[in-house]
């Protein structure tokens, strides 16, 4: 794997910094922030490139109302 030096601004490495989960290097922290393979980040931004669409509008919002109304059930032990 190859290095690269970057600059950021104090405010861009605060940034990044406070977004490191426990023992993550910055690199793993840039790639989960960047790349949001199957984060809801991602969904959004595709859907406002996405040309309108009412039935997928209606799917998502009926979708969104399931996990709402959904409960969560004691595991049997």
């Excluded at 601004?9 to 840039?30: G, H, P």
């Excluded at 989960?32 to 980040?41: E, M, V, Y």
Aim: proline letters at 1%.
């Amino acid at each position: 794997m190859g290095h690269k030096t970057i600059t950021v601004s104090d405010e861009a490495y605060d940034a990044l910094a406070k977004s490191r989960l426990t023992n993550e290097s910055f690199t793993k922290v840039i790639l989960r922030l960047t790349t949001g393979k199957g984060s809801a980040r991602m969904l959004l931004q595709h859907l406002k490139s996405s040309a309108s669409d009412e039935e997928l509008a209606l799917r998502v919002e009926a979708a969104m109302k399931r996990t709402r109304r959904a409960r969560l059930r004691p595991a049997e032990a």
